[in-house]
C-alpha cells in the first residue's frame, strides 16, 4: 500500500502568515516576509494578480503553479486597500 503524499505547505503559509476563513491573515510571524511588508493580523486578501479570491486554498493553488514572476496581492485593512508584491 503506497504511503500518502506528503502535503506541500502553503505558499503564503512558507512566507510567514496564515488566514482564516474569511481570507483574514491570522498570524504574522516575526521577521517574515509578510512582517517586512506591513501586512497586519486582521488583513483580508482580496485578490492575487487581480484574480478576486475567495479561498486560500485557490490562492495557493494559483501561487504554486507561478515561480518565474513576482504576484501582485491586495489586501483590505479597515477599508483601505493596498498591494503587496510577493517575489517569486
Known amino acids: 500500500m503506497p504511503l500518502p503524499e506528503a502535503k506541500k505547505e502553503a505558499v503564503l ?3 510567514g502568515f496564515t488566514f482564516d476563513n474569511n481570507l483574514k491573515i491570522g498570524y504574522v510571524k516575526h521577521g517574515s516576509f509578510a512582517e517586512q511588508s506591513g501586512l497586519k493580523v486582521g ?3 482580496m485578490q492575487v494578480d487581480g484574480v478576486p479570491v475567495s479561498q486560500i486554498q485557490n490562492a495557493d493553488a494559483y501561487l504554486a503553479k507561478i515561480h518565474n514572476r513576482d504576484v501582485s496581492l491586495l489586501f483590505d485593512r479597515d477599508d483601505f486597500q ?5 517575489p517569486r
Not at 82 to 86: K, P, Q, R, Y
Open 13 to 15: 503559509h512558507s512566507k
Open 82 to 86: 493596498f498591494f503587496v508584491t510577493l
Open 43 to 45: 488583513d483580508r486578501l
